[in-house]
């Protein structure tokens, strides 16, 4: 296999093996799910004297990173170089600790307990950290008092604890803005953004933070990717030096692509492919060696490397890697008493991790499970911890091929007796739902939040489509006399042409479909209304529910009321299907009682779905039984 330094040009969109990746092996440690990635290499059963681990930034950045961080550990053990990710207590999958008074130190507890598992897989080899955001800053804070570190990676580390907190207030206000979140129902007095919240004793202690007077391990190379237009980058990047470590400084072009919108985010891969070629010549001067072997392989069975378990008050966690070649990857979500109901396909919102925006997924998830409803969560290819299908476009969303995966996430639900299914979804996680009903039987019911469309023209370029997504036009006649909007407006800060021509367009859209025009002007606004309609029919002629739970000023009710009439008046020949439109919330139901309406709905439809009878024992116990997961069937 060619090296990765040997390459030219960025790894984006190539593929190093055309044979399907598999997903990392879950494992669980310290109240957390991780993934380790062992290494693959160019020469058959010799690895490289190295492993990585991954140290995550927090909140907003880390969803948007995610994808980043695996892609870079899979590109790394083609290198023959094993690797280990995972999330901080009360972050991503991990469950919430018991004490929120904790500051820092739990968070650098985890990485110690992870650097300990990743010796045990990896037989003790040297280590290479390497860190995103606050990520970095806390490994930096570690590497003095580490055994057995070989290098040092930090990209766009934080410097300042306090100044990190007033950007991340700063970029949350920008992230309510873009989603037209009323002031009064945004999360104030508190560390958050996105949704996702600091706890008081880590934002205290973070205030405190200098990360730059942090004494460095002196003896290791390290590396900064530092932002061009962030100067404590570069400024800490010095002060480290000047303490004695060896540094090495490289620009990150790509990051505020990345960071931007998780819909439309493009991953930074030129930075990736450098910080890959520096890890891989430190690796490279440690030498290799004959990859590591169970001391007793048959203690070790694929389930072992298939699945990993948590356990919280009601609920217990299975992360497990399934479908063909175990390239999905998924967390079981099952209560620990007796189950009831149907079982829930929770699917992502565009590229967000299947932990969901603020950690929805999570929370929805584990609320499931105590009242006694089991779940699945998992990413579909090429998003979160889900490689991509060789041969087919990076692009995934509103594909065709997403049927796929959900296909192989009910497989996993059949073979473990929690079929019948229903499923839940926002956006064009709420389409993917919606067409995968109509193709799937085992699918008995829905829940869908703001789905940008029922159909999708596959003449449409998805990037063309989220890019100019126009808002309701009830959000841009509420907007435009706004005092803020005024004040951009006048400052030069919006873009009057886009927002003029998005306006004009919905507002066309709106009449039409109010005078009943729509289908007159455009053929291929009749074919669209024609399979809208075909396909409500068939899931009322099979008595399936659907719940439609729309913002009351998202841009998907345009659509509905294109197919559906003003208030959606012509879905009463559809009796199995009910619509709400909620006041007080924006398109990612962030207010709390947005989020608990929406889990009181999926409730709701999972309990009047019959569910499949389990033998006694497992009713008891509620989790079902332990089986390897299963797999696709081979393609002819």
Same mark, same amino acid.
């Given at each position: 296999?060619?090296?990765?330094?040997?390459?030219?040009?960025?790894?984006?969109?190539?593929?190093?093996?055309?044979?399907?990746?598999? #997903?990392?092996?879950?494992?669980?440690?310290?109240?957390?799910?991780?993934?380790?990635?062992?290494?693959? =290499?160019?020469?058959?059963?010799?690895?490289?004297?190295?492993?990585?681990?991954?140290? /995550?930034?927090?909140?907003?950045?880390?969803?948007?990173?995610?994808?980043?961080?695996?892609?870079?550990?899979?590109?790394?053990? &083609?290198?023959?170089?094993?690797?280990?990710?995972?999330?901080?207590?009360?972050?991503?999958?991990?469950?919430?600790?018991?004490?929120?008074?904790?500051?820092?130190?739990?968070? /650098?507890?985890?990485?110690?307990?992870?650097?300990? #598992?990743?010796?045990?897989?990896?037989?003790?080899?040297?280590?290479?950290?390497?860190?995103?955001?606050?990520?970095?800053? +806390?490994? !930096?804070?570690?590497?003095?008092?580490?055994?057995?570190? $070989?290098?040092?990676?930090?990209?766009?580390?934080?410097?300042?604890?306090?100044?990190? *907190?007033?950007?991340?207030?700063?970029?949350?206000?920008?992230?309510?803005?873009?989603?037209?979140?009323?002031?009064?129902?945004?999360?104030?007095?508190?560390?958050?953004?996105?949704?996702?919240?600091?706890?008081?004793?880590?934002?205290?202690?973070?205030?405190?933070?200098?990360?730059?007077?942090?004494?460095?391990?002196?003896?290791?190379?390290?590396?900064?990717?530092?932002?061009?237009?962030?100067?404590?980058?570069?400024? @800490?990047?010095?002060?480290?030096?000047?303490?004695?470590?060896?540094?090495?400084?490289?620009?990150?072009?790509?990051?505020?692509? @990345?960071?931007?919108?998780?819909?439309?985010?493009? @991953?930074?891969?030129?930075?990736?492919?450098?910080?890959?070629?520096?890890?891989?010549?430190?690796? $490279?001067?440690?030498?290799?060696?004959?990859?590591?072997?169970?001391?007793?392989?048959?203690?070790?069975?694929?389930?072992?490397?298939?699945?990993?378990?948590?356990?919280?008050?009601?609920?217990?966690?299975?992360?497990?890697?399934?479908?063909?070649?175990?390239? +999905?990857?998924?967390? *079981?979500?099952?209560?620990?008493?007796?189950?009831?109901?149907?079982?829930?396909?929770?699917?992502?919102?565009?590229?967000?991790?299947?932990?969901?925006? %603020?950690?929805?997924?999570?929370?929805?998830?584990?609320?499931?499970? =105590?009242? %006694?409803?089991?779940?699945?969560?998992?990413?579909?290819?090429?998003?979160?911890?889900?490689?991509?299908?060789? =041969?087919?476009?990076?692009?995934?969303?509103?594909?065709?091929?997403?049927?796929?995966?959900?296909?192989?996430?009910?497989?996993?639900?059949?073979?473990?007796?929690?079929?019948?299914?229903?499923?839940?979804?926002? &956006?064009?996680? %709420?389409?993917?739902?919606?067409? &995968? @009903?109509?193709?799937?039987?085992?699918?008995?019911?829905?829940?869908?939040?703001?789905?940008?469309?029922?159909?999708?023209?596959?003449?449409?370029?998805?990037?063309?489509?989220?890019?100019?997504?126009?808002?309701?036009?009830?959000?841009?006649?509420?907007? +435009?006399?706004?005092?803020?909007?005024?004040?951009?407006?006048?400052?030069?800060?919006?873009? #009057?042409?886009?927002?003029?021509?998005?306006?004009?367009?919905?507002?066309?859209?709106?009449?039409?479909?109010?005078?009943?025009?729509?289908?007159?002007?455009?053929?291929?606004?009749?074919?669209?209304?024609?399979?809208?309609? !075909?396909?409500?029919?068939?899931?009322?002629?099979?008595?399936?529910?659907?719940?439609?739970?729309?913002?009351?000023?998202?841009? %998907?009710?345009?659509?509905?009321?294109?197919?559906?009439?003003?208030?959606?008046?012509?879905?009463?020949?559809?009796?199995?299907?009910?619509?709400?439109?909620?006041?007080?919330?924006?398109?990612?139901?962030?207010?709390?009682?947005?989020?608990?309406?929406?889990?009181?709905?999926?409730?709701?439809?999972?309990?009047?779905?019959?569910?499949?009878?389990?033998?006694?024992?497992?009713?008891?116990?509620?989790?079902?039984?332990?089986?390897?997961?299963?797999?696709?069937?081979?393609?002819?």
């Amino acid at each position: 296999m060619e090296a990765i330094t040997e390459r030219v040009g960025p790894a984006s969109g190539q593929r190093l093996q055309p044979h399907q990746h598999a #997903v990392a092996q879950p494992v669980s440690f310290a109240g957390t799910f991780g993934l380790y990635q062992p290494a693959e =290499g160019a020469k058959q059963g010799v690895v490289r004297k190295c492993a990585v681990l991954f140290l /995550q930034p927090w909140g907003f950045e880390e969803m948007c990173t995610h994808k980043l961080f695996r892609i870079i550990a899979e590109e790394l053990a &083609c290198e023959g170089i094993a690797s280990l990710r995972f999330d901080y207590p009360g972050t991503g999958d991990a469950l919430d600790p018991p004490d929120r008074t904790l500051g820092l130190s739990l968070w /650098q507890d985890t990485i110690r307990a992870a650097l300990d #598992v990743l010796a045990e897989k990896t037989g003790g080899l040297p280590v290479i950290l390497l860190g995103h955001g606050l990520g970095a800053s +806390l490994g !930096v804070g570690m590497a003095a008092d580490l055994d057995g570190l $070989a290098g040092f990676v930090a990209m766009a580390p934080v410097a300042s604890g306090r100044a990190y *907190l007033r950007e991340l207030q700063f970029w949350a206000r920008v992230i309510d803005d873009g989603l037209g979140l009323a002031e009064h129902l945004r999360l104030s007095g508190m560390t958050a953004i996105a949704g996702h919240v600091m706890p008081d004793a880590k934002a205290s202690a973070l205030k405190k933070a200098d990360f730059s007077a942090v004494q460095p391990h002196r003896s290791i190379p390290h590396l900064f990717v530092n932002r061009a237009d962030r100067p404590g980058d570069g400024q @800490m990047a010095k002060q480290i030096e000047a303490k004695g470590a060896r540094v090495e400084s490289i620009d990150y072009p790509g990051y505020d692509a @990345m960071v931007g919108n998780p819909a439309m985010a493009r @991953m930074p891969m030129v930075a990736a492919e450098n910080v890959i070629s520096w890890i891989v010549r430190r690796a $490279a001067a440690l030498g290799e060696q004959k990859r590591l072997l169970a001391i007793d392989p048959s203690a070790v069975s694929a389930q072992d490397e298939d699945q990993a378990h948590l356990d919280g008050v009601d609920f217990r966690e299975t992360a497990l890697r399934f479908g063909r070649g175990k390239r +999905l990857y998924g967390i *079981l979500c099952e209560p620990t008493g007796p189950r009831c109901g149907a079982s829930v396909l929770l699917l992502n919102t565009a590229y967000d991790r299947s932990a969901g925006w %603020g950690r929805s997924g999570v929370a929805m998830a584990r609320k499931l499970a =105590g009242d %006694g409803i089991a779940s699945l969560r998992f990413d579909v290819a090429n998003v979160g911890d889900s490689p991509p299908v060789p =041969g087919l476009p990076d692009q995934v969303l509103y594909a065709e091929t997403q049927y796929d995966d959900v296909e192989a996430a009910l497989a996993v639900l059949e073979e473990r007796s929690l079929l019948p299914s229903v499923v839940a979804g926002r &956006c064009s996680g %709420g389409y993917l739902g919606f067409s &995968c @009903m109509t193709k799937d039987h085992r699918i008995a019911g829905a829940c869908l939040v703001n789905p940008f469309v029922f159909y999708w023209d596959k003449r449409r370029r998805v990037e063309d489509g989220l890019a100019v997504v126009p808002r309701s036009l009830d959000t841009y006649k509420h907007r +435009l006399f706004q005092m803020q909007t005024l004040r951009r407006l006048w400052r030069g800060k919006v873009d #009057v042409k886009n927002a003029t021509r998005n306006f004009a367009l919905v507002g066309v859209r709106r009449v039409l479909s109010r005078l009943g025009l729509a289908q007159v002007f455009s053929r291929d606004v009749r074919l669209e209304h024609r399979a809208v309609r !075909v396909a409500f029919a068939a899931l009322a002629k099979r008595k399936t529910p659907l719940v439609l739970l729309y913002s009351e000023q998202d841009v %998907g009710l345009d659509h509905f009321y294109q197919h559906f009439g003003p208030q959606g008046r012509k879905l009463e020949r559809y009796p199995n299907v009910r619509t709400d439109i909620l006041a007080e919330t924006d398109h990612n139901f962030s207010p709390a009682a947005a989020q608990q309406r929406y889990f009181e709905e999926i409730k709701a439809l999972a309990m009047t779905v019959q569910a499949s009878k389990l033998p006694a024992q497992q009713i008891k116990a509620g989790v079902s039984a332990g089986k390897e997961p299963v797999s696709e069937p081979e393609a002819s």
